[in-house]
T-cell receptor, first 112, second 119 residues
Framework: GENVEQHPSTLSVQEGDSAVIKCTYS??????FPWYKQELGKRPQLIID?????GEKKDQRIAVTLNKTAKHFSLHITETQPEDSAVYFC???????????FGKGTKLTVNP | NAGVMQNPRHLVRRRGQEARLRCSPM?????VYWYRQLPEEGLKFMVY????????ESGMPKERFSAEFPKEGPSILRIQQVVRGDSAAYFC?????????????????FGPGTRLTVL
């Protein structure tokens, strides 16, 4: 089955710096790559996603890049703010399936 | 348009009892997914259902766990004879029907979760 590796597991940055989280996957048939933000005790919230026919997508301070050849995709957050502090999960649809396979998460702390 | 609804939000059961978790998808969504999240861990897929059909239950334990999504009413995840290891947050997600005009058929939106504690 699909295997998703996410790095780093924890990330601490100063307010205003950029944060980058990277995920690698194993199934070359995967075609949908969402990122979720989860605050403590809350639901995972979809913040950005990308499909396999696109290499990059941007939404204000958040961007995602996809390299299908190398089978990795990354989340980029610029001008970080304390309210960006949360756990971020990448996910991948297993080829031919609708189910999401999640990475283990990155705990991001933005220090004021 | 209300989001995905789950109830109860918190559920406490003693070992051996049954737990029933309910999920109402977003309006217009016909696909429901159940995920389990253990403390400090990511989400693990359990089961994927459409109305009256189980599409993929590859992540659900073969014993004690069952799921349904009837024609009328919410989706139910049922855990019989609960054990302490079942303690976790159970999240339901929904997505639109594949093939809809929107390109968003993959997007899964999560409910607030049910936190199950087994004593």
């Amino acid at each position: 089955g699909e295997n998703v590796e996410q790095h780093p597991s924890t990330l601490s940055v100063q307010e205003g710096d950029s944060a980058v989280i990277k995920c690698t996957y194993s199934d070359s048939a995967s075609n949908y790559f969402p990122w979720y933000k989860q605050e403590l005790g809350k639901r995972p919230q979809l913040i950005i996603d990308i499909r396999s026919n696109v290499g990059e997508k941007k939404d204000q301070r958040i961007a995602v890049t996809l390299n299908k050849t190398a089978k990795h995709f990354s989340l980029h957050i610029t001008e970080t703010q304390p309210e960006d502090s949360a756990v971020y999960f990448c996910a991948v649809t297993q080829g031919g399936s609708e189910k999401l396979v999640f990475g283990k998460g990155t705990k991001l702390t933005v220090n004021p | 348009n209300a989001g995905v609804m789950q109830n109860p939000r918190h559920l406490v059961r003693r070992r051996g009892q049954e737990a029933r978790l309910r999920c109402s998808p977003m309006k217009g969504h016909s696909h429901v997914y159940w995920y389990r999240q253990l403390p400090e861990e990511g989400l693990k897929f359990m089961v994927y259902l459409q109305k009256e059909n189980i599409i993929d239950e590859s992540g659900m334990p073969k014993e004690r766990f069952s799921a349904e999504f009837p024609k009328e009413g919410p989706s139910i995840l049922r855990i019989q004879q609960v054990v302490r290891g079942d303690s976790a947050a159970y999240f339901c997600a929904s997505s639109p029907q594949k093939g809809s005009l929107s390109d968003s058929y993959n997007e899964q939106f999560f409910g607030p979760g049910t936190r199950l504690t087994v004593l």
